[in-house]
């Protein structure tokens, strides 16, 4: 043999073999892929959902106490310029209750105050609240909010 059969016979094949070769490797490389990335995803989606609702809990049950202490301000202010009513501690409480825009059976509102000119008046509300995902219940209790002002 001479040494160009030799170097002839340890050539690599046509270019196109290669090419052909080439693009059915991707075919099959990419349809595995597609699957794993589908499976990452079935594995992904619950554990985003299961934090999306907890957001949400967590959102309702702010947006619950930010009401709560509005309303406590609100029948604070009320308490502090009804001193001279028959009923300055039930004009509190209904203040409390007409500004919270809360379930009015759950909501507890107190005012405390000697109701003389100068002295403090104190609203305190209580409100339930539910941290639930998923049907279980993660968390629950009582938002509580306090506001004093002076008596005028």
């Not at 403090?120 to 938002?143: C, E, H, Q, R, W």
Request: with cysteine; charged share 15%; aromatic share 8%.
């Amino acid at each position: 043999m001479n040494p160009s059969e030799v170097g002839s016979l340890g050539s690599p094949p046509p270019f196109s073999t290669q090419t052909d070769m080439t693009i059915s490797r991707s075919r099959i490389r990419f349809r595995s892929e597609k699957g794993q990335t589908m499976v990452e995803f079935a594995i992904a989606l619950p554990i985003l959902c299961l934090i999306l609702f907890a957001v949400i809990q967590f959102g309702i049950v702010f947006n619950n106490y930010i009401a709560l202490t509005d309303a406590t301000r609100a029948g604070a202010r009320k308490g502090a310029v009804s001193r001279q009513t028959s009923d300055p501690s039930g004009a509190c409480v209904n203040a409390i209750k007409a500004s919270s825009g809360l379930d009015q059976t759950k909501l507890g509102a107190t005012c405390s105050s000697s109701w003389q000119r100068a002295a403090d008046v104190t609203a305190t509300a209580t409100y339930p609240y539910s941290i639930s995902l998923l049907g279980f219940v993660v968390k629950s209790g009582n938002l509580t909010a306090s506001t004093t002002e002076r008596v005028e």
